[in-house]
């Protein structure tokens, strides 16, 4: 009985020695839970033993779908890898599977987020300036046009008082034309008073 008790303080004191040697997750980067503005250059997963070079991770996006990752480098008790494009915004999910220094092949996983703040709109400024210009140019063009219609009728206003010139033209062509009638007239007067004088003189 005695020794049967022995065997199972041992065995007692000798499971959690063995639980303990497993390999844990002890750093990451992305941090675990986290939500970070900017989307990571690289995953980096660190334990508190050493793990072996067979060992490696996968990332999947809030789909479910795998992102494609290059090749994951292995050094000492670290893992890391890049992924081939710039993740977007979302949740993401890194599962790894490793084999620590007991030899165990050890699963996990943890989540991290992305949520960059969408860019300021930049073209608000050239918008509110693009109006005022077209307003601007359109003023002066309002403001011509009746000045061409002014002078449009303005131009007609000599027409009426050309007849008043022609029949100035006229009145002075009758005048003309009646000072050698009036001329003749005073010749014959004067024939006519000579002779009858002339007439008078003779005995």
């Known amino acids: 009985m005695k020794r049967i008790l022995l065997i199972c303080l ?8 063995a639980a303990l040697a497993h390999s844990k997750l002890t750093e990451s980067v992305p941090e675990k839970d986290s939500t970070s503005e900017a989307a ?11 793990i ?3 060992s490696n991770f996968k990332l999947f996006d809030a789909s479910g779908a795998e992102v494609a990752l290059g090749e994951t480098l292995v050094e000492g008790d670290t893992m890391s890898n890049r992924p081939n494009a ?4 979302g949740d993401y999910t890194v599962k790894w599977t490793i084999v620590g220094a007991d030899g165990h092949a ?3 996983q943890y989540g991290f ?10 073209p608000e400024p050239t918008a509110t300036v693009a109006p005022t210009d077209g307003e601007a140019t359109e003023e002066p063009v309002a403001t011509q046009e009746p000045a061409a219609t002014e002078d449009n009728e303005s131009t007609p206003s ?12 006229g009145n002075n062509e009758d005048k003309s ?21 002339l007439k008078r003189r003779k005995p």
Not at 86 to 89: A, I, K, R, S
Not at 177 to 197: D, E, N, T
């Open 113 to 122: 987020s992305i949520a960059t703040p969408a860019a300021t709109a930049t």
């Open 40 to 50: 990571p250059q690289e995953i980096r997963l660190t334990y508190d033993t050493q």
């Open 177 to 197: 034309g009646m000072s050698p009638l009036i001329a003749i007239g005073g010749i014959i007067v004067i024939v006519a008073v000579a002779a009858v004088l």
């Open 86 to 89: 710039p993740l977007g915004n």
């Open 106 to 108: 050890i699963e996990g």
């Open 52 to 54: 072996e070079k067979i």
């Open 10 to 17: 041992a065995l007692i004191w000798l499971l959690p020695q």
């Open 158 to 169: 000599p027409s009426p008082s050309t007849p008043p010139d022609s029949e100035e033209t």
